[in-house]
């Protein structure tokens, strides 16, 4: 390249880099109208953020104190368990926390492993209250951080605060670490707390730490009283589920890692007004020792088992709907098993009168025939069914003669809160009667039926038990908690999956005591006693029905009123004078709903509640050949009046007034909706509740002919009759091929008007020296005859006959 040429291009390449270092420069150089203003902005929140965060890192950073104290002090108690060779193994699986001491525990050969706190330099122990009885507690270790085993005892148990003190002797207490408390400096919302807790990952054991934020009440005025932790049942704090984790034994630190407390709590306050907490109260803290808590166990177990009595009830014959199987002292709820008696438990509530803390609704009250207060096997005395009470679930009997020989002694006051008391609970041990007694606290508080708050405990209690404080006077229960509209509610969830649910809650002395002491001016009048003939009667309508689904509801073009087939009960019978023909209900209406007074919501009639829910009891009927029926019985061609429809009329109530809509579909155009009034009637006597006549050595029972049965066999009213309801097998009747579900219209040419007539003409027969009569037998539109073997009569084997006209 030419010299000159060169020169040019050096010239050029000088000249572009000045003009690119001008350009950078005047790119880098600060504007008068630029952004430079929120870069600044930008840089000056970067750095206060940064701050901040150094701060809070700074102040969640775990004190070295803490770590030192909290790997001294922890320690790791072993509770080794035992059987409880004096209770029936199955009986002690109804107890879920002993269910789980026996599988996991027992049987496996090893201890339960919990976490303990050193209190103080006498060797005290710190630990959760777990309520576990002595009977299942064989020994207890507490082992230190060297992996050296000591064993301690039960010393004490902490009024307000969810924990037991555990002792060691003297030479093991020389060898544990206490931690050193330092008062706590109340800051209000600026009290800076930090926890530690121990827990076991795998086979290692792990202590973790982290502040602990605070929370004042949503209320007005200054922040007051701090709270930290959460009052949940069921929910774990965000952190690490370390503070409030049930069963955890936390030490609490300040913010310079000095100890200041310990807890077993979810929940703690600065004041103490939720727990004692603070690591200078505890040793001081209120309680009572293991020596005196066995002492107070016995002193009240013999109180209450005084005042504890066995209630022996008895049912009429014929179970008919609602009959159970469940046994009284078993059961939440009152099951009636007809014609057995069942016995359960109730406490002395005066000198004559027992309250039974069970649930009672009117169909079991009414079906009950007798009732015994049982002093022994050989010493009953009757007893009169006094009442129900409105408000929870439990109900009044009176001794009629005598004075019961002692009674429970109401509290003063209610329980305090985490303040131990006793749970007691009824029931039969070796065939006498036994009081069980648990200690437990109340925890909190729950939200409950109409927005209300009530008091939780910390264990499982059964339905019925008694809150009793350490003097034996009776300070609460555990009962149910009776609503508006139970029974259309029950009715209503009667076809779901799980069906109907009861709400059970404590009941504090403040809340009963009324009941108690006045029980008369709180129970409900609609539970009553009936006699059996009565207890069977039940409402109705007058109808007989089908359940409308989704192929009829798409041929009748009713899928919008029903709801695509899910709702309706489509009228296929009208008894002929009932209520549903004056109200001008017809053939092919299809009832939709009812609406009861006072109800927000109507009960509508709809499949599941017509027992089409797919539930498994529902899917599998009665046997082929019931008993009592035969082989050569013709099938019942009438249909039983405990339906959907009736329950629901029976739930609201006879006597009320209701609103009844049905819609009633037309062949061309739109159908119409139709709403009627109608005051719910007593039904006549139907199957169930007829008058009958039974005797067991001629082996029948027969029943009166009600409306339903002539109604299907197109009996007129004036048609002679009796109804053969049950043949008992091998007996006269079966001899005679007599069978269940056949009208016997004629005894000796003379016609059957009631089943006590036919009674009287074979007592009459007998008397007349006659060992057989002839039966007039009408079955399936024919008539045949039957001569029956009346010789084994006695009328001392009548049955059925109380309360019918001669």
Request: hydrophobic share 40%; proline share 6%; charged share 30%.
């Amino acid at each position: 390249m030419p010299r000159s040429c060169l020169s040019r291009f050096v010239l050029v390449l000088i000249a572009g880099l000045a003009a690119a270092g001008a350009h950078a420069a005047t790119a880098t150089k600060p504007s008068a109208t630029g952004p430079a203003p929120a870069r600044k902005a930008a840089r000056s929140r970067t750095a206060t953020a940064t701050q901040e965060a150094h701060q809070r890192e700074s102040e969640e950073a775990v004190p070295k104190a803490l770590i030192e104290a909290a790997k001294g002090s922890f320690v790791v108690v072993k509770l080794w368990y035992k059987k409880d060779l004096s209770e029936p193994a199955a009986l002690l699986q109804d107890n879920w926390q002993v269910r789980r001491i026996y599988q996991e525990y027992i049987e496996n050969k090893n201890p339960e492993e919990r976490t303990g706190i050193v209190l103080d330099a006498a060797g005290h122990v710190l630990i959760y209250d777990d309520r576990l009885e002595d009977r299942f507690l064989d020994r207890i270790e507490v082992q230190d951080l060297s992996g050296e085993l000591f064993l301690a005892r039960r010393e004490k148990l902490l009024f307000d605060t969810s924990a037991i003190l555990l002792k060691v002797d003297a030479k093991a207490a020389g060898k544990l670490r206490p931690l050193k408390f330092v008062p706590v400096q109340d800051e209000g919302v600026d009290t800076k707390l930090f926890q530690a807790v121990m827990y076991k990952a795998d086979d290692q054991w792990r202590i973790r730490f982290a502040p602990l934020r605070p929370a004042v009440r949503y209320a007005p005025g200054e922040p007051g009283n701090v709270f930290y932790g959460y009052r949940m049942a069921s929910g774990y704090p965000e952190r690490f589920r370390s503070f409030g984790y049930g069963g955890l034994a936390t030490i609490l630190a300040d913010e310079d890692g000095r100890p200041v407390g310990c807890s077993m709590e979810t929940f703690l306050d600065l004041r103490q007004t939720e727990c004692v907490w603070k690591g200078l109260d505890l040793p001081k803290a209120e309680g009572i020792s293991w020596a005196d808590l066995r002492r107070s166990k016995q002193a009240v177990r013999g109180k209450l088992t005084a005042a504890v009595h066995e209630v022996v009830i008895a049912f009429h014959q014929g179970g008919g709907e609602g009959a159970g199987r469940s046994a009284f002292a078993r059961s939440p709820r009152l099951e009636a098993a007809a014609g057995r008696e069942i016995t359960g438990y109730g406490v002395a509530i005066s000198d004559t009168e027992i309250l039974m803390p069970v649930f009672l609704d009117r169909k079991v009250a009414a079906r009950i025939d007798k009732i015994f207060v049982k002093f022994s096997p050989w010493d009953r005395r009757p007893a009169d069914f006094v009442g129900a009470f409105k408000d929870f679930g439990g109900f009044v009997i009176r001794l009629r003669k005598g004075k019961l020989p002692a009674q429970v002694e109401l509290a003063a006051k209610d329980l305090p809160r985490m303040k131990p008391f006793w749970v007691a609970r009824a029931r039969k041990k070796l065939g006498r009667k036994y009081v069980d007694l648990v200690w437990d606290r109340i925890r909190g508080k729950t939200r409950g039926y109409a927005g209300k708050y009530h008091w939780y405990v910390n264990g499982p209690v059964h339905a019925g038990a008694m809150l009793v404080d350490f003097s034996g006077r009776l300070a609460g229960m555990y009962l149910h908690e009776r609503v508006e509209h139970e029974e259309e509610r029950e009715l209503e969830r009667s076809g779901m999956p799980y069906g109907p649910s009861r709400k059970y809650r404590i009941f504090t002395i403040s809340e009963i005591r009324d009941e108690l002491t006045k029980p008369l001016a709180h129970l409900d009048p609609k539970i009553k006693v009936k006699t059996r003939t009565e207890s069977k009667r039940r409402s109705w309508l007058g109808v007989e029905y089908v359940l409308v689904n989704p192929d009829l509801a798409e041929e009748l073009k009713v899928e919008t009123p029903t709801k695509d087939g899910q709702l309706g009960f489509m009228v296929s019978a009208v008894y002929p004078g009932g209520p549903a023909e004056k109200l001008g209900i017809k053939v092919g209406d299809i009832l939709l709903r009812i609406q009861a007074p006072k109800r927000p919501y109507p009960i509508e009639l709809n499949r599941e509640l017509g027992g089409e829910s797919g539930r498994f009891d529902r899917e599998f009927g009665p046997p082929w050949r019931m008993r009592g029926v035969g082989m050569g019985a013709p099938q019942a061609s009438w249909r039983g009046r405990a339906n959907a429809l009736t329950r629901a009329l029976d739930a609201i109530g006879i006597g009320e007034k209701v609103a009844i809509t049905c819609y009633r579909p037309a062949e061309r155009g739109k159908g119409q909706t139709v709403t009627s009034l109608y005051t719910i009637e007593q039904a006549p006597p139907d199957f169930e509740s007829a008058p009958k006549w039974r005797n067991r050595k001629l082996g029948l029972t027969v029943k009166d002919l009600t409306y339903e049965i002539r109604f299907a066999l197109r009996l007129k009213p004036s048609d002679p009759g009796v109804i053969v309801a049950h043949v008992e097998d091998g007996s006269p009747m079966d001899t005679a091929r007599i069978y269940s579900n056949e009208v016997l219209t004629r005894l000796d040419g003379e016609p059957l008007g009631s089943a006590r007539q036919m009674r009287d003409l074979v007592a009459a027969a007998r008397k007349a020296g006659k060992e057989k009569v002839r039966l007039t037998i009408f079955r399936l539109g024919k008539t045949r005859f039957a001569d029956l073997t009346v010789k084994a009569y006695d009328p001392s084997d009548d049955e059925g006959l109380e309360g019918q006209q001669p």
